[in-house]
């Protein structure tokens, strides 16, 4: 069992940037598979990024050289680091673990996915 609570989101002009943190407790952290999922009002929820066990992160095209998901086996968190934030970014991000691999097939795969967190919300503004 995994259990996930996201911390960091806000509110932020565009061109701004934000860090966004899930802490997770359970066995076997540094075996799962981590992602951010993102989800806007009346949008399907869609992946950001995706970090395997053994460290291959992968991008949604979306967020390709402005986003950085980082993963800490030791202190059991999960990290988005996001720059050049635009206003289309905004939505409730999510964190989820998987026990399966996940690789970029991940991004689009939710249903993979067995814990997830509450969601923290991200506001960008032109």
Known sequence: QVQLVESGGGSVQAGGSL???????GDRYHSYCMAWFRQAPGKEREGVAVIDSDGTANYADSVKGRFTISKDNAKKTLSLQMTSLKPEDSAMYYCAASGAYCGFQ????AIQFDYWGQGTQ?????
């Open 122 to 126: 991200v506001a960008v503004s032109a």
């Open 106 to 109: 991940g991004l689009t795969r």
């Open 19 to 25: 860090r966004l943190s899930c802490a997770a407790s």
